[in-house]
């Protein structure tokens, strides 16, 4: 036995121990999913959104700051209550926050960052909410895209019961738009909203309603309504809004387009598609996927109908990365041909990727096309902080962030602050705040609790249409052939500049508007790094 103390074999036990030590001690562990506790004299408004997106919790914060300053005047006891530290905590781990004084300031409604991540999951963050040893928030604000809400909506569904318990939380979806979700099953397709039934409310506009805007107005635009069919789709079968949006689109441009009376009959029935697998890739080079499609889409138009001067492309792209890919992938195959498509898509485009960040993200030598996509709110609002980069006396650090995500902010934020000052109390949960939510209206240009405008909200609760609704225009600036005598002359040059046109819908939008133009933007670009 004494081999058992011979000293290699001790000196190799004794590092195993420390080796085993050290793992117990610094191996990674899943932190406690634990809710915030709540005081007294406060109401919690959920904001479950993933640890990554401290840019979007930034304009929210500002967003409540700006509504409290709104709402002053009208109600005297509304003001933002929380500090710097609360909302910008320095631990990574707590929970930010912002609280405003409702009810003549006798009452905290507190807008907390629940912080999803690998560990901490949207299942888990519901159940430790609704665990029963504290009261439930009043909302749960997230569903920044169609598959989150839909996760966020399957749990309340499985914590809160079908219906809901009173008390249960709503669901307020920020940018959420697929009308209809796969819930697996066997289910096929549901509506989103009624997953948690009778307790969501849309703060966006849906796939549809985005769909029938865009098309309505390039039907409207003899620069840009097609002269003839068939019109083209791409589609991402991964993903939910891709696949949704696609079918949204379809429906408008053969309900607006296709019209005998303007000998388009029939032409619009049938697109030519390409559905791609998935939307995973790199920067501007169509991955493995897209690039048969872009070949194959590109032929259809050369080959099949080579007498179209242009047609319709209807993006559905999930994000900007895959539409960037695709359309650099249509010029650098038949560059003359692609810029002949007029490319329409929903909110997946966002202004501030053609305007702020567009010399790297969409340069327009590269990206040749008559581009229109929506925005929920305006993106160019002087009053909500938008500077033109023309504008006088703006130096070349001027911001040009869009504000469409932050009024969006503070449509929510008003509407929460005021339907908690509406009745004898606060809200006695989800279902209370609900109904109190079903009494917001749409009055010059603002969320309202008054007598005055059409409700925010339809039965379902998703927003009414013509509440807030703009289209974005984008116009590359190209040189004509000058030999050319005879329409349409053919483009020889992409010039590094562009206009960019802003709408906004005014009246009933099945009827196509009326459209009030904002003020363009004359855009430049820098050239440095373009392959033209």
């Not at 001790?10 to 990674?28: E, H």
């Not at 003839?228 to 408008?252: H, I, K, M, N």
């Not at 030598?365 to 008559?370: A, I, K, S, T, V």
Request: hydrophobic share 40%; aromatic share 8%.
């Amino acid at each position: 036995m004494r081999w058992l103390f011979r000293p290699s074999l001790l000196v190799l036990l004794s590092v195993g121990l420390v080796v085993g030590a050290a793992v117990l001690v610094l191996w990674p562990r899943s932190q406690e999913i634990r809710a915030a506790p709540l005081q007294e004299d406060e109401s919690e408004i959920v904001w479950l959104y993933s640890a990554t997106n401290e840019s979007a919790w930034e304009r929210f914060v500002t967003a409540v700051s700006r509504a409290a300053e709104q709402l002053r005047a009208a109600q005297p006891g509304v003001e933002v209550v929380s500090s710097g530290d609360d909302s910008f905590p320095r631990h990574t781990s707590s929970h930010p926050e912002v609280a405003v004084r409702v009810r003549s300031g006798s009452a905290r409604l507190v807008f907390r960052w629940y912080k999803l991540a690998s560990d901490q999951k949207t299942d888990q963050w519901v159940a430790a909410l609704l665990n029963g040893s504290r009261r439930p928030p009043l909302a749960i604000l997230g569903g920044s895209s169609s598959e989150q809400a839909k996760e966020i909506a399957l749990s309340l569904q499985r914590r809160a019961g079908s219906p809901p318990r009173p008390t249960a939380p709503l669901l307020l979806l920020t940018t959420a738009t697929a009308d209809r979700v796969s819930v697996g099953d066997g289910a096929g397709d549901v509506p989103l909203n009624e997953l948690h039934r009778d307790r969501t409310f849309r703060f966006c506009f849906t796939n549809q309603q985005m769909a029938a805007a865009v098309t309505a107005f390039v039907a409207t635009r003899e620069e840009l309504r097609p002269d003839t069919g068939p019109f083209y789709v791409a589609q991402w079968e991964d993903d939910a809004y891709s696949r949704d949006l696609t079918g949204r689109f379809c429906d408008a441009v053969r309900s607006q387009l296709d019209r005998p009376a303007a000998g388009t009959g029939g032409q619009f029935q049938i697109p030519v598609s390409e559905i791609i697998d998935y939307s995973v890739g790199g920067f501007d080079q169509p991955n493995r996927w897209e690039a048969p499609a872009v070949e194959r889409l590109m032929k259809a138009k050369v080959e099949a109908h080579p007498n179209q001067q242009r047609p319709l492309l209807v993006l559905a792209a999930p994000s900007s990365q895959p539409a960037r890919r695709f359309l650099r992938g249509l010029a650098r195959i038949a560059p003359s041909e692609a810029r002949r498509f007029v490319v329409v898509t929903g909110d997946a485009l966002s202004f501030n990727t053609v305007y702020r960040d567009r010399n790297v993200v969409w340069p327009i030598q590269d990206l040749p096309f008559e581009l229109v996509f929506f925005c929920h709110r305006s993106p160019v609002d002087p009053a909500a902080g938008f500077l033109r980069e023309d504008a006088p006396n703006v130096g070349i650090t001027a911001p040009a962030t869009g504000t469409e995500d932050l009024l969006l902010y503070v449509d929510i934020v008003e509407a929460l602050v005021q339907a908690v000052n509406e009745g004898g109390a606060m809200p006695a949960g989800g279902a209370d705040l609900g109904e109190r939510l079903r009494r917001a209206r749409w009055h010059d240009g603002r969320v309202s609790f008054g007598d005055e405008g059409p409700a925010l909200f339809d039965a379902d609760g998703n927003r009414r249409g013509g509440s807030g609704e703009h289209v974005v225009w984008l116009r590359p600036d190209v040189q004509k052939d000058p030999q050319q005598r005879q329409p349409p002359r053919p483009a020889i040059r992409v010039l590094p500049h562009a206009t960019l046109k802003v709408y906004e819908l005014r009246g009933a939008p099945e009827e196509g508007g009326p459209w009030r133009e904002l003020p363009e933007l004359s855009v430049d670009y820098d050239e440095a790094g373009t392959d033209r």
